[in-house]
């Protein structure tokens, strides 16, 4: 994902922002998603890294300073939070196995 990130600073002078949020779909969202439902649950010290990322690649495409607050710039982008995805891949699979 390190290298998505270098991706999406090399690009971001170029494209406009819808862009490198589809970028960001394109090259970071699959690696989160990826066993999030099994993953999500495990110490803080392999979730950390994850978020760390997340947080960077949007801290990029919003051309914000590492120390400032990325709260409101989740909505904006219209990018789910790492925990977030963790909800919605999870109530994906409840709703693929329950009965019906």
């Known amino acids: 994902m390190s290298i998505a990130l270098f991706h999406i600073k090399q690009v971001k002078h170029v494209l406009l922002s819808d ?3 589809l970028f960001i779909f394109a090259m970071i969202n699959p ?3 990826y066993g999030i439902t099994v993953s999500y649950n495990a110490e803080q010290n392999v979730i950390r890294p994850l978020k ?6 949007k801290r990029i495409i919003n051309n914000v300073s590492y120390y ?3 709260g409101p710039k989740f909505k904006k ?3 789910l939070k790492l925990h977030e995805l963790f909800d919605y891949y999870s109530l994906h699979f409840v709703h693929d196995y329950l009965p019906k």
């Open 68 to 70: 400032s607050d990325i």
């Open 77 to 79: 982008l219209g990018i």
């Open 52 to 57: 760390l990322v997340e947080k960077t690649a």
């Open 31 to 33: 690696h989160l998603s």
């Open 19 to 21: 862009s490198l949020r």
